[in-house]
């Protein structure tokens, strides 16, 4: 079914009289139903939430040492390089 339907030649395509027709179309008791079923198997949004926090906290939890030094020793390189920034604010008005 899919396959016919991505036929580049318009006139080659199912038309919709022809899709309705398929078992996938007749088991659909109505587009609302079909939506609901689908939403159901969709976790609410406190609980994706929820398994994003839990995911960070993991991948927090499994940082090797080394990794937080290289991170805090880019963090301190970055604060060094931007505390040397001096603008003359007359010359920018210039």
């Not at 919709?16 to 659909?28: E, I, S």
């Not at 689908?38 to 960070?56: D, G, Y």
């Not at 927090?60 to 390189?77: L, M, Y």
Request: hydrophobic share 35%; proline share 5%; aromatic share 6%.
């Amino acid at each position: 079914m899919i396959g016919a339907c991505l036929i580049k030649d318009p006139s080659k395509r199912p038309t919709a009289q022809m899709l309705l027709q398929l078992p996938f179309f007749k088991k659909v008791k109505s587009e609302d139903n079909h939506v609901r079923c689908m939403l159901n198997k969709v976790p609410s949004l406190v609980a994706r939430v929820q398994t994003i926090k839990e995911n960070e906290a993991k991948l927090q939890a499994e940082k090797k040492p080394h990794d937080k030094i290289k991170e805090k020793t880019s963090h301190d390189e970055y604060w060094r390089g931007i505390s040397q920034w001096h603008f003359d604010i007359e010359d920018l008005k210039a």
